[in-house]
């Protein structure tokens, strides 16, 4: 699926990006272009088009976890299945607590997720990763949207502070004197505001917490770990889909959700007054910008990062995620080990990662990729 919007989301390298990868994803169905498929046991593709390495791979794999990245793993997934002969992957997008859940009862070979696991879950791991953990695997970034739907009002600007107030009932018409003051010459409504959150536990929640509680501490006052939504009144949706569907639908509502949604349903998107000289929009290329300052706070073959959600960097836009692929270091099925990693290795290549810009998502850093691509061979 292309996205694109007036704001432009065609990415371009930023310091260390790579924007090299082709992922075009979607869960079950044949590939648009045209890969010849290899034969079960893994040749590769024989087709300019496509150069995946099946390396074995065969039958099916399960996975579940974040919906932040359905519209990527989609994408990831028809390639590969066109590719590879005889093999499905099955991803449930549940939502990053459901996909750790799965994961760490054994019932998926890997999880994605918004967040890096957190100790307790690291713990809860080496049960079913025998000899081994679960470890965070970056494989896609982007901007995470403040979606909103506002008749007569195309631009909307807004800071940390007016973000936090309005998910937390603080802020609750649409021309409330700071929303006002950030938007001079904006004709805003004195209707309410109806903001939605995520029902269900996400890293999307968690990460957007995260922001607040870093650039707006003095409004934003609850747990930024917290995945399940933490603040009292709003309206609830199931999925990044369920909160755009609730914001395309309804007048004078806002939400949160990855960029892919927002492209996919036309929903206008805010623009962030970060304290650089102009607002920065939601787009690939300004989450790039953020996301290449991401330090590795992970050890060994753990590649969590640590992201910098206060940037004031000029055109770096701040409310980003990545997501992780959660897999086993050691330990992993036999059955299902070769299929995981040629998925996986396919998912972090170049070409795994190029089309991501066309999906509405930040391709992930080099330096970062590098490491995740000398990892994915070494899980046992």
Same mark, same amino acid.
């Given at each position: 699926?292309?996205?694109?919007?007036?704001?432009?989301?065609?990415?371009?390298?930023?310091?260390?990006?790579?924007?090299?990868?082709?992922?075009?994803?979607?869960?079950?169905?044949?590939?648009?272009?045209?890969?010849?498929?290899?034969?079960?046991?893994?040749?590769?593709?024989?087709?300019?088009?496509?150069?995946?390495?099946?390396?074995?791979?065969?039958?099916?794999?399960?996975?579940?976890?974040?919906?932040?990245?359905?519209?990527?793993?989609?994408?990831?997934?028809?390639?590969?299945?066109?590719?590879?002969?005889?093999?499905?992957?099955?991803?449930?997008?549940?939502?990053?607590?459901?996909?750790?859940?799965?994961?760490?009862?054994?019932?998926?070979?890997?999880?994605?997720?918004?967040?890096?696991?957190?100790?307790?879950?690291?713990?809860?791991?080496?049960?079913?990763?025998?000899?081994?953990?679960?470890?965070?695997?970056?494989?896609?970034?982007?901007?995470?949207?403040?979606?909103?739907?506002?008749?007569?009002?195309?631009?909307?600007?807004?800071?940390?502070?007016?973000?936090?107030?309005?998910?937390?009932? !603080?802020?609750?018409?649409?021309?409330?004197?700071?929303?006002?003051?950030?938007?001079?010459?904006?004709?805003?409504?004195?209707?309410?505001?109806?903001?939605?959150?995520?029902?269900?536990?996400?890293?999307?929640?968690?990460?957007?917490?995260?922001?607040?509680?870093?650039?707006?501490?003095?409004?934003?006052?609850?747990?930024?770990?917290?995945?399940?939504?933490?603040?009292?009144?709003?309206?609830?949706?199931?999925?990044?889909?369920?909160?755009?569907?609730?914001? !395309?639908?309804?007048?004078?509502?806002?939400?949160?959700?990855?960029?892919?949604?927002?492209?996919?349903?036309?929903?206008?998107?805010?623009?962030?007054?970060?304290?650089?000289?102009?607002?920065?929009?939601?787009?690939?290329?300004?989450?790039? !910008?953020?996301?290449?300052?991401?330090?590795?706070?992970?050890?060994?073959?753990?590649?969590?990062?640590?992201?910098?959600?206060?940037?004031?960097?000029?055109?770096?836009?701040?409310?980003?995620?990545?997501?992780?692929?959660?897999?086993?270091?050691?330990?992993?099925?036999?059955?299902?080990?070769?299929?995981?990693?040629?998925?996986?290795?396919?998912?972090?290549?170049?070409?795994?990662?190029?089309?991501?810009?066309?999906?509405?998502?930040?391709?992930?850093?080099?330096?970062?990729?590098?490491?995740?691509?000398?990892?994915?061979?070494?899980?046992?």
């Amino acid at each position: 699926m292309k996205l694109s919007r007036k704001n432009g989301l065609r990415a371009s390298a930023i310091g260390a990006l790579v924007v090299s990868g082709a992922l075009v994803l979607s869960a079950c169905g044949s590939d648009d272009n045209a890969a010849t498929p290899a034969k079960e046991g893994g040749t590769k593709a024989s087709s300019a088009a496509s150069n995946i390495a099946c390396e074995g791979a065969k039958g099916q794999l399960l996975a579940a976890g974040s919906s932040a990245q359905k519209n990527a793993m989609d994408l990831w997934v028809k390639n590969f299945q066109a590719a590879c002969e005889g093999v499905e992957i099955n991803y449930q997008a549940i939502g990053s607590g459901g996909g750790i859940t799965k994961f760490n009862q054994g019932q998926v070979a890997f999880a994605g997720s918004d967040s890096a696991l957190k100790d307790e879950e690291v713990a809860e791991s080496q049960k079913i990763c025998k000899g081994g953990k679960g470890v965070n695997l970056p494989m896609v970034g982007g901007p995470i949207a403040i979606g909103y739907k506002l008749e007569g009002v195309d631009n909307l600007v807004l800071d940390a502070s007016t973000i936090a107030k309005i998910f937390d009932n !603080k802020i609750t018409k649409w021309n409330d004197p700071a929303i006002a003051k950030l938007n001079p010459g904006a004709k805003l409504p004195d209707s309410t505001i109806q903001a939605f959150h995520r029902s269900d536990e996400s890293g999307t929640t968690q990460n957007l917490g995260k922001y607040l509680s870093t650039a707006a501490a003095a409004d934003w006052k609850h747990d930024p770990k917290s995945k399940s939504w933490p603040a009292q009144g709003g309206q609830a949706a199931n999925g990044s889909s369920g909160v755009a569907t609730a914001v !395309k639908d309804a007048e004078g509502s806002i939400g949160y959700f990855e960029l892919s949604y927002a492209t996919a349903n036309k929903i206008s998107t805010v623009s962030i007054n970060t304290g650089a000289a102009a607002p920065v929009a939601a787009t690939s290329e300004n989450a790039s !910008k953020a996301i290449a300052a991401a330090k590795v706070k992970g050890t060994g073959s753990d590649v969590a990062l640590s992201l910098d959600y206060a940037t004031k960097a000029e055109g770096a836009y701040p409310i980003v995620l990545v997501t992780y692929e959660i897999a086993c270091d050691k330990g992993n099925k036999a059955e299902t080990l070769p299929t995981l990693k040629a998925f996986l290795n396919y998912t972090v290549s170049e070409e795994g990662q190029k089309v991501l810009t066309d999906a509405g998502y930040a391709p992930l850093p080099a330096e970062i990729a590098a490491k995740v691509r000398a990892i994915v061979p070494t899980l046992s």
